[in-house]
């Protein structure tokens, strides 16, 4: 056990009272913090893939967090058993909690049944950042891809989400879309439940 | 002091500012540390980079403090120490430092810090002990003095992770580049 | 485009290597090698300016007025200089010159991919550099 024996408010992290989330830093020392991961994880990889593989990890811790403290503060321990409720949770409430705001959209891919997508026009993440082109498609996004996987695995739905960026037209910048494609039995089950 | 045409208060400059919930902070922070140890393994290594991270960070975010703050060059080092405590830290993370124990000299003291946003949810496990786990804001410090010609050494000396009732960083000025002629060695 | 009173921008880093051109419509005199070299000397020039201040304290060259140009130069306490060759009389470009280095410290120096003191290369950058060079974005700037 730390702390024993020398004065300290709190013995152990879990008497403090949770925080109600309302502390705020500013955009930019996170943009900083942000931007320095990336830069760090550039130096332990060989190729883009990889590079998106070790953000998306990083995002993954995120969300497995997330949805614990969410789950706790925002809906008394409750946790979405239901697809849409887990999708609509992560759009509205891990959104604004994260990021500030609604995600713009939450919609159900076209062609393929087991596809979802959240699009932003810009991602908080992507704010500041230019993407040379020597990286192709590469999107920082992956990091918002692991934290929405992270929330879903962890609340029961395993899935492969990736980060794209997808071209408006008349606009000068892409936005990132987020594809979620489920797992064969997160789709299974939802069919039992009818 | 800074000239009457100088910089905004503290809580004034926060409030003009971009701002974000602080658990994305706090949260992509653990993601890095948690990283750093399953790569490097060994805890004094994850000490290091984490220096190196914020020393990183530093020499980059100097320049926004200087673009957005509007204060002008410091007369001395007192003056800097005071104008990263109150503007610095409420700039970026919103808390305010306090500036104490400075040595006869004048080249060291100390920022205390109460509040500190890096370390909600925070507690060390038995196996990372050693963890240094705010030294990435001493590399902030070091860094971003170095980008207006103050090397400093910034060492911990209190960490309330560690047990102890404050945060508290003691900085020491070791070499003052004179500003005069800053290209007469290099050119 | 439709631009300002500015016939074209440097930035150049604390050791005097030019990291940013752009030419705003000047007829189209300097080419890459000759943009450097005007960076390098305005960068020594700055520098001997500083060392003739009588007064100690000179932080170099803020204007550079001739018959048909002004030239602007702001220098951050980091050493970057900016620096605008305008119009003769243009107005507002010292605060011009604050807002770009803003913009540097968000889309230049907070993109991971922006490697200190080199080229900048950042699209995001070249898009809201744009925007606020307009010339009545940069006559809004007065008010």
């Known amino acids: 056990m730390i702390g024993v024996g020398k004065a300290k408010q709190y013995a152990n992290v879990l008497d403090k009272p949770l925080s109600r989330g309302r502390q705020e830093v500013s955009l930019s020392a996170f943009a900083f913090l942000f931007s320095e991961l990336v830069q760090y994880n550039q130096t332990q990889v060989d190729n883009i893939a990889e590079l998106e593989r070790r953000l998306e990890d990083a995002g993954y811790a995120v969300g497995a967090r997330v949805l614990e403290l969410l789950c706790h503060r925002e809906k008394g321990n409750r946790r979405e058993t239901r697809l849409l409720g887990i999708l609509s949770f992560i759009h509205s409430t891990v959104w604004k909690v994260l990021f500030g705001k609604v995600a713009d959209s939450l919609e159900k891919g076209t062609e393929h049944e087991d596809e979802y997508m959240i699009s932003e026009k810009e991602l908080l993440v992507n704010r500041f950042i230019s993407v040379p082109k020597d990286m192709g498609a590469f999107n920082c996004g992956a990091f918002v891809a692991g934290i929405v996987r992270g929330v879903l695995e962890n609340a029961g739905f395993p899935a492969v989400v990736t980060a794209h960026f997808v071209p408006i037209e008349g606009q000068q910048r892409p936005r990132t879309t987020i594809l979620i494609k489920f797992a064969e039995e997160v789709l299974q089950r939802e069919a039992r439940f009818g | ?187 | 485009m439709a631009s300002a009173a500015i016939y074209s921008l440097f930035i150049i880093n604390k050791s005097g290597g030019l990291i940013y051109y752009k030419d705003y419509g000047s007829a189209g005199r300097t080419d890459t090698n000759d943009s450097l070299r005007l960076a390098s000397l305005w960068h020594s020039m700055h520098a001997i300016s500083q060392q003739l201040s009588p007064t100690p304290g000179c932080e170099g060259i803020d204007l550079l007025q001739a018959h048909n140009f002004d030239l602007h130069c702001f220098q951050s306490l980091t050493g970057t200089k900016f620096f605008a060759v305008c119009e003769t009389g243009a107005q507002n470009i010292e605060i011009l010159l604050k807002v770009i280095y803003e913009l540097y410290t968000d889309f230049v120096l907070k993109n991971p991919f922006y490697e200190m003191e080199m080229p900048i290369r950042c699209e995001l950058f070249d898009l809201n550099l744009a925007q606020i060079i307009q010339k009545d974005r940069v006559a809004l700037l007065g008010r």
């Open chain 2, 1 to 187: 002091m800074p000239p009457a045409t100088g910089p905004k208060s503290g809580d004034a400059l926060f409030a003009s500012v971009d701002r974000v919930n602080a658990e994305l902070f706090t949260l992509t922070y653990g993601a890095i540390v948690r990283q750093l140890l399953t790569d490097l393994e060994e805890v004094e290594e994850v000490n290091k980079q984490l220096d190196q991270m914020g020393y990183n960070i530093g020499t980059r975010l100097v320049d926004e403090f200087l673009a957005k703050s509007n204060v002008s060059r410091c007369v001395d080092f007192k003056e800097t120490a005071d104008v990263i405590a109150k503007l610095g830290f409420k700039m970026f993370l919103g808390v305010t430092a306090t500036v104490t124990n400075w040595d006869a000299e004048g080249t060291s003291c100390s920022f205390v810090l109460e509040d500190n946003p890096l370390v909600d949810f925070v507690e060390l496990p038995d196996t990372c002990q050693g963890l240094q786990y705010c030294n990435v804001l001493s590399g902030v410090i070091r860094g971003a003095l170095e980008m207006v010609s103050m090397k400093t050494e910034v060492t911990w000396v209190r960490d309330m992770l560690r047990g102890d009732d404050a945060y508290e960083m003691r900085v020491k000025l070791t070499k003052q580049v004179p500003e005069e002629y800053p290209y007469k060695d290099d050119d």
